[in-house]
């Protein structure tokens, strides 16, 4: 499940059930049935991950994607405004462009 | 014999460990001064320290009200990512700009061979350089530091901030002097701060544990009431405000009350009504009298109360509110010492899980116990005084 076939592209919709799986096992899913997860959701309004949180969520996109994206390189470089407004479209986005 | 300056700011973590190094250094026999905002500070100064209190003139308006600036840290409910942004605009960069001349001011009269200044008390740094003297940065809050390699952007968010600060003093420089290219003193040991490419001016000395000199009285007879009850402490620290604390100990209050521990909780006891019986509420505790007598600790992983909980090879439970906290509580959990819970998300049964983990599972209290060793070996406050001492023998030269 976590090895990617580099010629199957995933479309938006197969990225934000992604997405949602990493979110869940960063925050555990007990937090997550709870919430409501939309492309709209920001990471630190309304998910409530702190800094911690958002970093091991970028290191499991890059332990899924491997080298087709730079994931932790297009995060590092966001500053403090961008990374407090991220949401999760931003970053579906994002992996859709790179695929 | 020389002279040393400290220069604080009028917050409790970053002041304490000045605390122990300075007391080292007037043992010695040198002269030490501590320039800060806060007349509160005197009495806590050790004997012969001189209090360098940072005045302005009544007539300049401006300028009178100092007082805003000692608890503006306490007047925002702040959390996560946010936070670093209050922090810098709201706290650190106005109270650098407010102190900056009563620094200055002190640094001409006291005519310190060394300036030993705070990484977030900048003004320190910005100070001394323009009036010649030889500074050494202490870093109290070291997970900061981290955050170069964590979110390199939003750590130059941050040294954006205190470059701006800087030109406004006239230092041109296109870096952040916060942190002295002579001595920077990190008050953690690498082992806890984990790997990270650093100058060789950055020097790991472990932690500074302060031991207050103010007597605090304890109900130790209830502590040892229980027997085979297991104790733990519960602090979330000085700068949060009220509706942090009473959202935090109502969950402890569900998770601990019934539970075969005693429980003691740093807090004003008139937070609640009531208080379950195995509690002992009080606004503050002799912390390092007590933790040699305790299990383990729950906290929100101030650097402080997570050094001396590792120094005594407690484990513990981080619950990270803001600013470096999420970063403090994740290298508990990298060294294996602790587990950590979401401040906003947790509930009382995963304190309760948590807590009961930590207790039962005796690997966290082993790499506690392994970081405390790392701590000693980093050579703490005579290290700290030995390093300072050295650096302000060099003769300064002009340039």
């Known amino acids: ?99 | 014999m020389a002279r040393f300056v400290f220069v604080v700011p009028p917050l409790t973590g970053h002041i304490n460990p000045t605390l122990s190094i300075g007391a080292v250094l007037l043992q010695r026999g040198h002269q030490v001064g501590w320039i800060t905002l806060d007349p509160a500070l005197a009495p806590k100064l050790p004997k012969g320290g001189e209090l360098l209190l940072i005045q302005y003139e009544e007539t300049d308006l401006e300028k009178q009200d100092s007082e805003k600036y000692l608890d503006i840290i306490t007047k925002k409910i702040v959390y996560g990512i946010d936070s670093i942004k209050f922090l810098y605009e709201e706290v650190l960069i106005p109270l650098n700009r407010h102190s900056y001349e009563g620094i200055a001011g002190w640094l001409d009269r006291f005519k310190p061979d060394l300036v030993i200044t705070d990484h977030q008390m900048f003004a320190g740094a910005i100070a001394a350089a323009n009036r010649g003297y030889t500074y050494a940065t202490s870093v109290t809050a070291p997970a900061a530091i981290k955050v170069m390699d964590e979110l390199p952007k939003v750590h130059e968010w941050e040294m954006n901030q205190v470059i701006a600060l800087q030109k406004e003093f006239g230092v041109h420089n296109e870096t952040s002097i916060a942190c002295s290219g002579e001595l920077t003193m990190v008050l953690t040991s690498k082992a806890f701060f984990g790997e990270m490419e650093l100058p060789e001016y950055y020097r790991f000395v472990g932690p500074v544990i302060h031991q207050r000199t103010e007597q605090v009285p304890f109900n130790w007879a209830k502590l040892n009431e229980q027997e085979g009850n297991k104790k733990i402490l519960l602090s979330i620290g000085t700068t949060f405000d009220h509706e942090h604390k009473k959202s935090f100990f109502a969950k402890a209050i569900a998770a601990f009350e019934n539970e075969a521990l005693t429980v003691v909780v740093v807090s004003d006891p008139s937070l609640f009504e009531q208080w379950p019986s195995n509690f002992i509420v009080q606004r503050s505790v002799p912390q390092l009298e007590l933790l040699p007598h305790l299990d383990a600790v729950v906290c929100h992983g101030g650097h402080n109360t997570v050094c001396e909980t590792l120094t005594h090879g407690l484990p513990m439970v981080v619950v990270p509110i803001a600013y470096d906290q999420s970063h403090v509580a994740g290298r508990v959990v990298r060294v294996g010492a602790g587990l950590r819970l979401n401040f906003n998300r947790f509930k009382a049964k995963h304190l309760k899980e948590a807590v009961a983990e930590i207790l039962e599972n005796a690997c966290f209290k082993q790499a506690a116990v392994e970081i405390s060793r790392s701590f000693s070996e980093a050579g703490g406050t005579e290290k700290a005084a030995d390093l300072l001492a050295e650096l302000a023998k060099e003769p300064v030269i002009d340039c």
């Open chain 1, 1 to 99: 499940m976590d090895t990617l076939d580099s010629t199957t592209k995933l479309n938006s919709s197969e990225i934000f059930d992604l997405m949602k799986q990493f979110i869940t096992e960063v925050i555990g899913e007990e937090f997550v049935e709870e919430m409501e997860i939309t492309m709209e959701s920001s990471f630190t309004k309304d998910l409530e991950m702190d800094s911690i949180e958002i970093v091991s969520f970028s290191e499991k996109i890059k332990t899924h994607f491997g080298e087709q994206i730079d994931f932790t390189g297009w995060l590092s470089n966001m500053d403090l405004d961008e990374l407090i407004n991220l949401n999760l479209g931003t970053i579906v986005n994002y992996i859709e462009e790179c695929q």
